[in-house]
């Protein structure tokens, strides 16, 4: 099916762990971003990508690590999961001039 | 990008208009301003944009004031589905950089719509 998949729906894992959460889009959208959402913060962005290879920090990018090896691919890896990066993750994607769509989040919990 | 002000909260009885604001008075000549709103746990969804115009589609109807300074959100009949937070975004649209197209969002506003 056509859109944007984000996997895992939801994930709980320890502190310390590295975790990756997935990101896919079938629209071969240039543009790709990954948001979390916090209770009083809203929608952060992390990092995000104009193309394949190319990637840029966003707003919170510390302890995050992402990847475009592929237009339709965009991982975001915890390389080491710490309390304060639970929260809901959103990935998006946008073709040059048009709006984005986003994914239906991730819940990470990390305990 | 320029920064936008909303009010934090509205109300709406269902079946009547909403009309949500938005204050963007630093928006430069190049920029955009979106739309989208959120429901509970939902990711964002895409609602309108424009830069000079009024827009309409099958969702809403944007109102963007002859200096760009303001624009208004129009939900013509609201129901109870369009209880969400709302987020007014102004977004350059460069020729090219890394910076292209990201979007920043604030805290939006919560409409709250009523039977």
């Known amino acids: 099916d056509a859109g944007i998949t984000q996997s895992p729906r939801y994930k709980i894992t320890e502190t310390g762990r590295q975790v990756t959460l997935m990101c896919h889009q079938t629209?071969?959208?240039?543009?790709m971003f990954w948001y979390r959402q916090d209770l009083g913060h809203g929608l952060r962005l992390i990092y995000y990508?104009?193309?394949?290879?190319?990637?840029d920090k966003g707003e919170v990018p510390d302890g995050y690590v992402v990847s475009r090896s592929k237009t339709e691919n965009f991982p975001l890896t915890l390389e080491s999961a710490t309390r304060s990066q639970t929260s809901v993750y959103f990935c998006a994607s946008r073709r040059q001039g048009a709006e984005a769509f986003f994914g239906q989040g991730t819940r990470l919990t990390v305990v | 990008d320029a920064k936008t002000t909303q009010p934090p909260s509205m109300d709406c009885a269902e079946g009547r208009a909403a009309n949500l604001p938005c204050n963007h008075s630093?928006?430069?000549?190049?920029?955009?301003v979106y739309w989208y709103r959120q429901i509970h746990s939902q990711g964002p969804q895409y609602i309108i944009h424009g830069l000079k115009n009024n827009e309409t589609n099958e969702m809403a109807s944007l109102i963007i004031t002859e200096d760009r300074k303001s624009s208004t959100l129009i939900l013509p009949h609201a129901t109870l589905r369009d209880t969400a937070v709302y987020y007014c975004?102004?977004?350059?649209?460069?020729?090219?950089?890394?910076?292209?197209?990201?979007?920043?969002f604030g805290q939006g506003t919560i409409l709250t719509v009523h039977p």
């Open positions: 975004i102004v977004r350059v649209e460069n020729a090219g950089g890394t910076s292209y197209g990201k979007l920043t």
């Open positions: 990508s104009a193309a394949a290879d190319i990637t």
């Open positions: 629209w071969s959208h240039s543009y």
């Open positions: 630093t928006i430069s000549g190049n920029e955009y």
